[in-house]
């Protein structure tokens, strides 16, 4: 029997919508990010739509992400280090308000790794 996908293992789409709203909260009241998103153009129902569908897709599940790459999406932004780990801190808190297990919480913050290079210092 084939593995379950992250998508899966994260509990699919309602519970990842679910960590994606308490993840954007966390941004909220993070003093390192927090003023970002005091100036940005989208919502945050919107946000969490995109960030849903982002990790819906990019975990197996059946959402397509039609925003931005990631590098268009944070060009000119500048975003520094201590921000784009303050944003993986947040995701990390939102995981774990969830009780995904330590497994699932690597492979989520691997993915979200791998995308500093399209958006910090841009």
């Known amino acids: 029997m084939p593995e379950a996908s992250l998508y899966e ?3 699919g789409e309602t519970q990842i919508r679910a960590i994606v709203t308490d993840i ?3 941004h909220h009241h993070n003093p390192t990010i927090s003023p970002r998103y005091r100036h940005t153009k989208r919502s945050d129902a919107e946000l969490i739509d995109l960030v849903s569908d ?3 897709s990019g975990t ?6 039609n925003g ?3 590098r268009t999406a944070h060009s000119g932004m500048n ?4 921000e784009f780990v303050a944003v993986l801190d947040d995701i990390l808190a939102g995981l774990t308000q969830h009780g ?11 993915i979200a790794y791998g995308m500093k290079e399209d958006i910090v210092h841009l």
């Open 9 to 11: 293992r994260l509990g």
């Open 24 to 26: 954007v909260a966390n």
């Open 54 to 56: 982002l990790i819906g």
């Open 60 to 65: 197996g599940g059946p959402q397509v992400y």
């Open 68 to 70: 931005m790459d990631m």
């Open 79 to 82: 975003i520094n280090e201590a």
């Open 100 to 110: 995904v297990g330590e497994r699932e919480k690597a492979e989520l913050l691997a």
